[in-house]
């Protein structure tokens, strides 16, 4: 049965950081693809960042600089470590896992930038 179970979120103040986990079972993790997506209340999901089985990352233009992903094949958990977080990037964060035409998501972790 295939799982990715996300945890890390929470409520920081602006400026501050969290990493965000997500650990994943079920299937051949290291030949997927994953990324980081976030939904904010009344906005669409959007990728944030990603990471490919080769280690090739990529990062929505709001996040380059702040976040950076990072994958643990041994631990089959990626990461998503965020430093600078500002007010709008509140949003439910998903793990996606992703190959050819299978297509995974874990079921969201809240983050909460506020003061």
């Known amino acids: 049965q295939v799982q990715l179970v996300e945890s890390g979120g929470g409520l920081v103040q602006p400026g501050g950081s969290l990493r965000l986990s997500c650990a994943a079972s079920?299937?051949?993790?290291?030949?997927?693809?994953m990324s980081w997506y976030r939904q904010a209340p009344g906005k669409e999901r959007e990728l944030v960042a990603g990471?490919?089985?080769?280690?090739?990352?990529n990062y929505a233009d709001t996040v380059k600089g702040r976040f950076t992903i990072s994958r643990d094949n041994s631990k089959n958990t990626v990461y998503l470590q965020m430093n600078s977080l500002k007010p709008e990037d509140t949003a439910v964060y998903y793990c996606?896992?992703?190959?050819?035409?299978?297509?995974?998501w874990g079921q969201g972790t809240q983050v909460t930038v506020s003061s």
């Open positions: 996606n896992a992703r190959e050819r035409k299978l297509n995974y």
């Open positions: 079920g299937f051949a993790f290291r030949t997927y693809a």
């Open positions: 990471v490919t089985n080769r280690d090739n990352t």
